[in-house]
Nanobody, 115 residues
Framework: QVQLAESGGGLVQAGGSLRLSCSASGTFLQFNFMAWYRQAPGKQRELIAD???????NYADSVKGRFTISRDNAKNTVFLQMNSLKSEDTAVYYCNGDILNRIYWGQGTQVTVSS
């Protein structure tokens, strides 16, 4: 069974940094695209960054210039380096990815930014 597991969340002061990781298990196939979403309390889940297997990236305007998505294809792992964090970045962060057109989600990791 394919599973994604996020790690690296926590509490950080505004202006600080965190690095999230998302590792896949249960498959030897490489994910096609992988992405990071987040969901703040009372808000819809939003896409904040994605990356293709070839390394092409896209970012939401709200995180552009502060967050960097990267991946290690050999380990089927995707990362999110988050710098200059703001209180509005507080949310549960989820990774997802697709293999053979089937989407998989992680369980989420909480990021809390204190002002």
């Amino acid at each position: 069974q394919v599973q994604l597991a996020e790690s690296g969340g926590g509490l950080v002061q505004a202006g600080g940094s965190l690095r999230l990781s998302c590792s896949a298990s249960g498959t030897f196939l490489q994910f096609n695209f992988m992405a990071w979403y987040r969901q703040a309390p009372g808000k819809q889940r939003e896409l904040i960054a994605d990356i293709t297997s070839g390394g092409t990236t896209n970012y939401a305007d709200s995180v552009k210039g502060r967050f960097t998505i990267s991946r290690d294809n050999a380990k089927n792992t995707v990362f999110l380096q988050m710098n200059s964090l703001k209180s509005e970045d507080t949310a549960v962060y989820y990774c997802n990815g697709d293999i053979l057109n089937r989407i998989y989600w992680g369980q989420g990791t909480q990021v809390t930014v204190s002002s």
